[in-house]
């Protein structure tokens, strides 16, 4: 069964930094692009990140050079280093596999609440 | 590049049928044949119900279906059920780099 469960959210002061996990199973992740989606409380769902099976890595222009995500293959992990946090990074963030299909997300984490406020 | 455009809501009756339109551009609806719906409930997993504009994984009723004509792509949920009361967002493959998808505003399904 694919499971992904996200952890690292938590209070952050304006300008801090976060460190989020996706911890993957039940698939082969080196074999699977991984991406980052938010959702602003109250606001829909967001792309932010996501890296291939090359570890080629794309952003939002909205988290361009604050972000950085990355995956450990031994540790069936994906993450999001979160940099210089604004009020507006105030979300929660999902991980998703995407599929067969491009920019298809065919699983989700539950998600993980970061909040930033001083 | 702004988020694709849905109804804030859409409501419908038990049995009844209903449509959500998603409307985006030729750079990304219009563009390509990468277009997904998913059904979510805030605070939980969303859950993919159509991808490639109208494809089924295996598992999402029958009852779901989709299609897409230009820059507007289209969910009906045929046979309303209370269990379908959700936010309902598309998504597109765009032409960009950043962003890589756009998703939809959103749309809240309520069965009175």
């Known amino acids: 069964e694919v499971q992904l469960v996200e952890s690292g959210g938590g209070l952050v002061q304006p300008g801090g930094s976060l460190r989020l996990s996706c911890a993957a199973s039940?698939?082969?992740?080196?074999?699977?692009?991984m991406h980052w989606v938010r959702q602003v409380s109250g606001k829909g769902l967001e792309w932010v990140s996501s890296?291939?099976?090359?570890?080629?890595?794309y952003y939002a222009d909205s988290v361009k050079g604050r972000f950085t995500i990355s995956r450990e293959i031994a540790k069936n992990s994906l993450y999001l280093q979160m940099n210089s946090l604004r009020a507006g990074d105030a979300a929660v963030y999902y991980c998703?596999?995407?599929?067969?299909?491009?920019?298809?997300?065919?699983?989700w984490g539950q998600g993980t609440l970061v909040t930033v406020s001083s | 590049q702004s988020a694709l455009t849905q109804p804030a809501s859409v409501s419908g009756s038990p049995g009844q049928s209903i449509t959500i339109p998603c409307t985006g551009t030729?750079?990304?609806?219009?563009?390509?044949?990468?277009v997904s719906w998913y059904k979510h409930h805030p605070g939980k997993a969303p859950k993919l119900m159509i991808y490639?504009?109208?494809n089924r994984p295996s598992g999402v009723s029958n009852r779901f279906s989709a299609s897409k004509s230009g820059n507007t792509a289209s969910l009906t949920i045929s046979g309303l059920q209370a269990e379908d009361e959700a936010d309902y967002y598309c998504?597109?493959?765009?032409?960009?780099?950043?962003?890589?998808?756009?998703f939809g505003t959103g749309t809240t399904v309520t069965v009175l």
């Open positions: 890296i291939g099976t090359a570890d080629d890595t």
């Open positions: 998703a596999r995407e599929g067969t299909a491009d920019v298809t997300f065919d699983y």
């Open positions: 490639e504009v109208s």
């Open positions: 030729s750079s990304d609806v219009g563009g390509y044949n990468y």
């Open positions: 039940g698939f082969t992740f080196s074999s699977y692009n």
């Open positions: 998504s597109s493959y765009t032409s960009s780099n950043t962003p890589l998808c756009l």
